[in-house]
């Protein structure tokens, strides 16, 4: 089956822009996650959206936005940019269920976004 | 919320040598634990994991061991090869029946040097 697809793969965009990035999950995947990701970070959490409703958060702050589509698609935006936002942004899709295991995440290849 | 500590951020080792990175969690309530390798320009793929009710598994050259007590975990990779030279990070559950999340460590570096 179709892998987590992410697009665009590369971005570049000046401070002050906003930037919506898409991920499509697997197929009968209901929850989407996404993460920022930069050197010596690690994965940090955004949001996850499941059933269309953001079901947990992150640390982040508002200008970090999110939305999932009846279809599972999620969509992030970023409003004025920053140079720190600069990092590869990762989403990641899984069943979602009630089973620990469920949250077991599948990884798209990730939106590297360049802010200057 | 959930913490996951992981050591060492970097790790070198001979081809043919073992290697191993170690997690320690918060939540006592955490009871699902994988483990994703992220090679460079792509996204992190699970490579094995465990559920709290195991002590140890196997894949191949690769195991997990879980010290629920403890609360730690550890990927062990025997007869490392070039290929495994890659990013690894350790996870764990956290959250309520419905609605669990991950939480990752920050990442090991691990370089096997032919």
């Known amino acids: 089956k179709a892998g987590v697809t992410q697009t665009p793969r590369y971005l570049i965009k000046t401070r002050g822009q906003q930037v919506t990035l898409s991920c499509s999950p697997i197929?009968?995947?209901?929850?989407v996650s996404w993460y920022q990701q930069t050197p010596g970070q690690g994965l940090q959490f955004l949001f996850e959206?499941?059933?269309?409703?953001?079901?947990n958060k992150g640390n982040f702050p508002g200008r970090f936005s999110g939305r999932q589509f009846s279809n599972s698609r999620s969509e992030m935006n970023v409003s004025t940019l920053e140079l720190g936002d600069s990092a590869l942004y990762l989403c990641?899709?899984?069943?979602?269920?009630?089973?620990?295991?469920?949250?077991?995440?599948?990884f798209g290849q990730g939106t590297r976004l360049t802010v200057v | 919320g959930e913490n996951v500590e992981q050591h060492p951020s970097t790790l070198s080792v001979q081809e043919g040598d073992s290697a191993v990175i170690k997690c320690t969690y918060s939540?006592?309530?955490?009871?699902?634990f994988p483990w994703y390798k992220q090679e460079l320009g792509k996204g992190p793929q699970l490579i094995i994991d465990?559920?709290?009710?195991?002590g140890e598994k196997k894949d191949q050259r690769i195991a997990v061991t879980l010290n629920k007590t403890a609360k730690h975990f550890s990927l062990h990779i025997t007869e490392t090869q070039p290929e495994d030279s890659a990013v690894y990070f350790c996870?764990?559950?956290?959250?309520?029946?419905?609605?669990?999340?991950?939480?990752f460590g920050k990442g090991t570096k691990l370089s096997v040097i032919p």
């Open positions: 990641a899709s899984s069943l979602g269920g009630g089973d620990p295991s469920q949250a077991e995440a599948f």
């Open positions: 197929s009968g995947h209901r929850s």
């Open positions: 959206y499941f059933s269309e409703t953001q079901r």
């Open positions: 939540d006592s309530a955490s009871n699902y």
């Open positions: 465990i559920r709290s009710n195991v």
């Open positions: 996870a764990a559950t956290f959250g309520r029946a419905g609605s669990y999340q991950l939480t």
